[in-house]
């Protein structure tokens, strides 16, 4: 195992790392910006390194400043964290050609899933099912247009070599077409350095499911199940538990073979990803890999027991897979609350500023993964993510119980976040339901009234509601939509079971 590993990366995701690495009496180096001078990372680490500069571009991502600071502090291997330089195969090159390991898997699978197009391909050649596409090579917009028209609308326009919703549109009209597409392709151009775009069919109320996987580098390789992104802004995601509610058992077998052999076409190495979208007769059609760790891979390690950071860490270093498929099973659930410091009133803008004041939960099954604490600044250059909050329960029901408290016990004062909007998801009958699509924010816009938190959330209430609608289920009633349109409406009918049952 390595002695000293450098964290390219900054935040909630570099404290994570540490972590791991003081537990296994690892030495860890941290990098830092200008803005992030005074950061957690810098006082964990054992060493820190500064880069200067403020931007991504300038620190972060500058892969020869990032490898001059762990040639300086002898570092044996580098770990990327997520975002950043953790999927650029040209990162994972230079730390081969430096002599450093990658916690992370080998270049040559990097650059195959990293294009959107080469991936597509080579899905088909491995007989993994995905949507109908077309890529356009030559840039052609009207040759674009006409291949959309055959597919028939909605598509969706994406970035070829792009990722996280950036360069993606989607389309229901042929005449708003070809607006879109210049806008996803000077957008794909600004953020990856390539316009190229490819265009896919839109599944209509597709659900957003993704797999977990680990591969060793002597052939072996398994799933550790599947987790539900569905709760998503912009095309990125927001909410996500695990296991899926909507994947049964015999589901989970199939989708996790799909995803082993998936990963086994690139002849993968490492923690990674396997990204479907389901559609409404539980077809699974594969959107894309992940090439390193999952910002939502708490949830996946409440619910199997391991350390996917470790894991990382022993396939880097050629160890053998420390477990075989039939060692992994899941015990209860786990839903993950992310927690941004931005306003979903207002199209969830990002609200950098100081942190006067900080309280977070805690407690049984409750894990707070952070990078901030009271008088931090939330700077203005970087994803403005506070923490990741997961909460664990025996079943679903108990797991979003326990997040329900956890959110009435967190408070951050001098700027504004999206907590009053966690609180009032975890409320909301639909959620309750597992009625969930990738659309399900713009379904039911109402989360997006701060009017609906109350602040501090009382579990006896969701109990009653999630009791009611098991009720209804078993008499084959309607689903939540059609019992209940109203928000309002469904509060007081909870409300009047609880005041009920406190009165017995």
């Known amino acids: 195992m390595f002695k000293k590993v450098l964290i390219a990366n900054r935040g909630e995701i570099a404290i994570r790392v540490i972590r791991c690495l003081r537990e296994h009496g690892i030495q860890s180096v941290a990098v ?26 300038e620190t972060y991502m500058d892969i020869e400043k990032v490898l001059d600071a762990a040639k300086r502090t002898g570092c044996e291997a580098i770990h990327p964290g997520y975002g950043f330089l953790s999927e650029k195969a040209e990162f994972s090159q230079a730390c081969r050609d430096a002599g450093i390991a990658f916690i992370g898997p080998h270049p040559e699978s990097i650059s195959s899933m990293g294009d959107k ?4 391909e080579l899905m088909i050649k491995a007989g993994v099912p995905v949507t109908p596409g077309f890529q356009n090579e030559n840039g052609d917009r009207r040759e674009a247009l006409q291949a959309a028209q055959e597919m028939g609308f909605p598509v969706m326009i994406k970035a070829s070599a792009g990722g996280g919703g950036k360069g993606m549109r989607r389309v229901d009209r042929a005449e708003d ?16 350095g390539d316009d190229r775009i490819y265009i896919e069919k839109f599944i209509q109320n597709p659900r957003h499911i993704e ?32 296991p899926s509610p909507a994947v049964t058992p015999e589901m989970r077998a199939k989708i996790g073979e799909i995803a082993i052999q998936a ?34 891979h708490p949830v996946t390690e409440w619910i199997t027991g391991v350390d996917l950071v470790r894991l990382q860490l022993q396939i880097a270093a050629g160890e053998k897979l420390p ?11 786990s839903v993950e609350c992310r927690v941004y410091a931005e306003d979903p009133e207002k ?75 966690h609180r009032a998801l975890m409320q909301h009958p639909a959620w309750l339901a597992a009625d969930l699509d990738t659309a399900f924010i713009e379904r039911h816009p109402e989360l997006l009234h701060k009017g609906l938190d109350e602040g501090h959330i009382e579990p006896a209430l969701i109990a009653a509601a999630i009791k009611h609608y098991k009720t209804e289920a078993r008499r084959g009633a309607a689903g939540p939509d059609e019992q209940t349109q109203n928000s309002s409406q469904w509060k007081a009918g909870a409300r009047l079971a609880v005041m009920r049952y406190r009165s017995l």
């Open 32 to 57: 830092y910006s200008d803005p992030d001078r005074d950061s957690l990372a810098v006082r964990y680490a054992h060493q820190a390194v500064h880069l200067p500069g403020n931007t991504s571009a």
């Open 117 to 120: 197009t080469t991936a597509r």
């Open 177 to 192: 077409f070809l607006s879109n597409y210049d806008m996803a392709a000077s957008e794909a151009k600004s953020a990856f």
């Open 211 to 242: 797999v977990q996987i680990a591969c060793d580098k002597h052939g072996n390789a398994i799933h550790l199940a599947e987790r539900e992104c569905s709760v998503q802004r912009r095309h990125q995601k927001v909410v996500e538990e695990a």
């Open 263 to 296: 990963a086994l076409a690139v002849n993968y190495d490492s923690v990674g990803t396997i990204e479907f979208l389901m559609d409404k007769d539980n077809n699974f059609f594969f959107m894309e890999m992940n090439t390193r760790l999952q910002v939502e």
């Open 323 to 333: 477990f075989s498929q039939d060692d992994i099973t899941i015990t209860g659930h």
């Open 347 to 421: 199209n969830f803008m990002p609200s950098p500023g100081k942190i006067t004041s900080l309280l977070t939960p805690s407690g049984l099954g409750v894990r707070d993964d952070s990078g901030v604490y009271p008088g931090y600044e939330v700077p203005i250059y970087y994803d403005p993510m506070i923490s990741k909050l997961t909460t664990w329960g025996r079943d679903r029901e108990e797991a979003i119980l326990r997040m329900s408290r956890a959110l009435g016990e967190y408070r951050v004062g001098g700027i504004k976040t999206n907590l009053w909007f």
